[in-house]
T-cell receptor, first 111, second 112 residues
Framework: QQQVKQSPQSLIVQKGGIPIINCAYENTAFDYFPWYQQFPGKGPALLIAIRPDVSEKKEGRFTISFNKSAKQFSLHIMDSQPGDSATYFC??????????FGSGTQLTVLP | EAGVTQFPSHSVIEKGQTVTLRCDPISGHDNLYWYRRVMGKEIKFLLHFVKESKQDESGMPNNRFLAERTGGTYSTLKVQPAELEDSGVYFCASSPTHQTQYFGPGTRLLVL
């Protein structure tokens, strides 16, 4: 049973567009919601993370929106660039500490 | 500061052979995690060390997998004997705190 559902599986946008990646979780005990960015041949790198006491967090061009009642959170990339082309993973964790990942979204930003 | 390192970067073995993966965490990080991504699916948790002790090994698939962490420093993950379904990318991550985890580049394992 997949505890974190991520969509879409792949996404293609033009440079300057705003790709949005969505995740839904089931376990209300989760209290940490990070997004990881992975380039080919590399490991996942922490991009931005949010806790459930806030509804939005911005870091540079990356924004997380969090809806606790709907148990959903999303990643928005403002003014996307070809260098943002990568695989993005949402994840969750709680007191058990290990991360539970979504299935990943392959983002392509066209020049 | 050096990041998490993993060795080897790639390994191709035949079914029934043994493979040992190594992870060197960031210096000073007490928490060390192993994860695996199989066939383009989600990255799944395998186990968690705090220093040299296994905190949680609920994600280990079966007794063919053995993880150790010598003296609370580097960790090894041994697969013996390897099966076809063990193919995938094995990631190690370390963390100084409760939740922020830093990942290594992974070991790509192919079992033929």
């Amino acid at each position: 049973q997949q505890q974190v559902k991520q969509s879409p599986q792949s996404l293609i946008v033009q440079k300057g567009g705003i790709p949005i990646i969505n995740c839904a979780y089931e376990n209300t005990a989760f209290d940490y919601f990070p997004w990881y960015q992975q380039f080919p041949g590399k490991g996942p790198a922490l991009l931005i993370a949010i806790r459930p006491d806030v509804s939005e967090k911005k870091e540079g061009r990356f924004t997380i929106s969090f809806n606790k009642s709907a148990k959903q959170f999303s990643l928005h990339i403002m003014d996307s660039q070809p260098g943002d082309s990568a695989t993005y993973f949402c994840a969750t964790s709680g007191s058990a500490r290990q991360l539970t990942f979504g299935s990943g979204t392959q983002l392509t930003v066209l020049p | 500061e050096a990041g998490v390192t993993q060795f080897p970067s790639h390994s191709v073995i035949e079914k029934g052979q043994t493979v040992t993966l190594r992870c060197d965490p960031i210096s000073g990080h007490d928490n060390l995690y192993w994860y695996r991504r199989v066939m383009g699916k989600e990255i799944k948790f395998l186990l968690h060390f705090v220093k040299e002790s296994k905190q949680d090994e609920s994600g280990m698939p079966n007794n063919r997998f053995l993880a150790e962490r010598t003296g609370g420093t580097y960790s090894t993950l041994k697969v013996q004997p390897a099966e076809l379904e063990d193919s995938g990318v094995y990631f190690c991550a370390s963390s100084p705190t409760h939740q922020t985890q830093y990942f290594g580049p992974g070991t790509r394992l192919l079992v033929l």
